[in-house]
Each structure stands twice: as structure tokens, then as C-alpha cells.
């Protein structure tokens, strides 16, 4: 997913809304809001905060993989 697409921007903005304010207190108007598109675009992409969440999960995961993986000592790796 290209990070210019509308699912990257509602995913991008999920991330952040989500640490900042946790997973609880966040809601998808809210998402929508700081993405640029409607509450029904987000569910249209996602079904549910949910499993919008289990997309930014997987996402935030793969990035952490990459940047141990790219590390070049075992240091490195545990603080990359």
C-alpha cells in the first residue's frame, strides 16, 4: 500500500490517534478527520476500528522486522 492511497493516510493517521490517545478514546470520526476523508470511507476500507487497528498492528510489525533485519551487528539489531 503506497503511503499516498487513502487506506495508507487512514492508517497513518490511525497510528497516531492511537498512541496518542489510545486505542479506547480514538474514534473514526476522528480518523477521518486528520486523514482528509468521511467516517464511511474509513469503514468502507476497514469494516470497524477493530480491524483498522489490526491493520495498523501489522503494519507498525513489519516496520519493526525491517529495521532489525536491516541492522548489520546483533547490537544493532536489538536497538533498531
Do not use: E
Not at 476500528?49 to 533485519?69: E, F, G
Request: net charge positive.
Amino acid at each position: 500500500m503506497s503511503d499516498s492511497t487513502a487506506q495508507a493516510k487512514i492508517r497513518n493517521a490511525a497510528i497516531a490517534h492511537f498512541a496518542r490517545d489510545g486505542f479506547q478514546k480514538t474514534n473514526l470520526r476522528a480518523i477521518a478527520a486528520t486523514a482528509g476523508v468521511s467516517a464511511g470511507l474509513v469503514i468502507h476500507h476497514f469494516g470497524s476500528k477493530d480491524q483498522l487497528r489490526s491493520v495498523c498492528d501489522d503494519h507498525v510489525l513489519r516496520i519493526l522486522v525491517q529495521r532489525a533485519n536491516d541492522a548489520r551487528s546483533p547490537t544493532r539489531r536489538l536497538t533498531a
